[in-house]
C-alpha cells in the first residue's frame, strides 16, 4: 500500500500495518462517514479504472461480500471475518499486489475500500443479493439487498455478483430465478457485466448444501445461462470439482472459478485451481477467504502463490471465429 494510498482516508499519517493492532486505526472512516459521506461518490469518481479483460490474459479478483449474509466462518473459526479491521488490512495486503485486478464486495466494504484508496486501477464487481442469510428459515429466498445496476454504473464499476441458488423442492428458487434475470437485463442494458454464480442446492439436515457433483455443476450452468433477455455480459461464477474438462464444455461463457472455504490442504487446493485455470474459457479467479484467512495466516504469501497460476498473454481467437466484414 502506497504512503498516499494510505492517506486517502482523511489525510495525516499513513495508515498502520497489517501487523498493528490499534483499534483506533480506521477511525478516520468513522470520521468521513459522518462528517463528509459525499466523500464516498468523489472518491469512485476520481478513481483510475482497469485497463480491461482480455481472453487469455486471467483475471484476478478477490471476493469480500461474505459478511453481508452473515457468513463469517473461514478455515474452522466460525467468526473469522467478524472483525471489520482485521479484514480491511487483509485485503489492502492482498489488493497491494499488483497480480490482484480487482475486488468483489458488498457496499459496505466497497465504500471502506474506495475511500482507503485501495481500489486504484482495479475491476470493481458489486454484490447485490445477500438477503438469502446463512442459516435463514427461507435462505433460498435469496433477496437483492446489496448493489443495485444504476448504483454500480454510477461508481464506475465493472459489473454486478449474484449468487443463484437453484433448489428444485424450495418454492423460492422460482423467484430468485425471475430476479436474477431482471438483474442481468438491469445491468446488461448499462453495459455491466453480470457474473452469475450458479449452484443446484438442497435442504440437508436443516442446512443448505451445494450439489459440487459435475453433473450438478452442469445443470446449474444451463439453467443460469438462460436467464435474461440477453448474455453478452454474462459471465460465471463456478467451483472447481472433479472433471472441470466436462463442466467448462457446458458453457461458452467468461468463467471464473470461486474458492470458497475449502477443507482440504492449501497445496491440493492450489494444485486444483492451477489445472482447472489451464482450461479453454477460464478467465481467472474470484477467491476471498482461502487467500484472505490462510491456514498459515500469509496473506500475502497465499495471494502470491494463487497469481503465480494465472496465465498472463492474450490469447488469439482462432481463424474463423471473428466476424469482422472484409472491405
Do not use: C
Request: hydrophobic share 45%.
Amino acid at each position: 500500500m502506497t504512503a498516499a494510498a494510505a492517506t486517502r482516508a482523511g489525510g495525516g499519517a499513513p495508515l498502520r500495518d497489517a501487523h498493528d493492532d490499534d483499534p483506533r486505526r480506521y477511525e478516520r472512516l468513522t470520521k468521513i462517514r459522518l462528517e463528509d459521506p459525499k466523500a464516498v461518490a468523489r472518491a469512485a469518481a476520481e478513481r483510475r479504472h482497469h485497463p480491461g479483460v482480455v481472453l487469455g490474459r486471467q483475471n484476478f479478483i478477490v471476493a469480500a461480500d461474505h459478511p453481508a449474509r452473515g457468513a463469517l466462518a473461514a478455515q474452522g473459526r466460525p467468526d473469522a471475518m467478524a472483525d471489520r479491521r482485521e479484514l480491511l488490512d487483509r485485503l489492502q495486503i492482498a489488493l497491494a499486489n499488483p497480480a490482484v485486478d480487482g475486488v468483489l464486495a458488498s457496499p459496505d466494504i466497497m465504500d471502506d475500500l474506495l475511500l482507503l484508496g485501495a481500489l486504484e486501477g482495479k475491476l470493481v464487481f458489486g454484490s447485490m443479493n445477500r438477503g438469502g442469510l446463512a442459516g435463514l428459515v427461507n435462505e433460498f429466498d435469496d433477496r437483492f439487498t446489496g448493489h443495485t445496476a444504476e448504483a454500480l454504473a454510477a461508481l464506475g464499476a465493472d459489473g454486478g455478483k449474484m449468487l443463484t441458488r437453484i433448489a428444485l423442492d424450495d418454492p423460492a428458487t422460482a423467484g430468485i430465478l425471475e430476479s436474477t434475470a431482471r438483474a442481468i437485463d438491469s445491468l446488461a442494458a448499462l453495459g455491466l457485466i453480470a457474473m452469475v454464480e450458479p449452484f443446484l442446492s438442497g435442504w440437508v439436515g436443516g442446512k443448505v448444501v451445494n450439489d459440487l457433483s459435475p453433473e450438478a455443476v452442469i445443470k446449474s450452468i444451463g439453467i443460469a445461462g438462460g436467464l435474461g433477455s440477453t448474455s453478452a455480459y454474462t459471465w460465471m461464477k463456478l467451483p472447481v470439482v472433479e472433471d472441470m474438462e466436462r463442466v467448462m464444455a457446458a458453457t461458452t461463457m467468461p468463467t471464473v472459478l470461486l474458492g470458497g472455504d475449502p477443507a482440504g490442504h492449501q497445496d491440493e487446493v492450489f494444485a486444483s485451481w492451477g489445472r482447472a485455470l489451464a482450461l479453454p474459457g477460464v478467465q481467472g479467479l474470484t477467491v476471498g477467504r482461502t487467500l484472505l484467512y490462510p491456514a498459515d495466516g500469509d496473506v500475502a504469501g497465499a495471494v502470491a502463490t494463487a497469481a503465480s497460476l494465472l496465465r498472463t498473454e492474450e490469447i488469439q481467437p482462432a481463424e474463423g471465429t471473428t466476424q469482422e466484414a472484409e472491405k
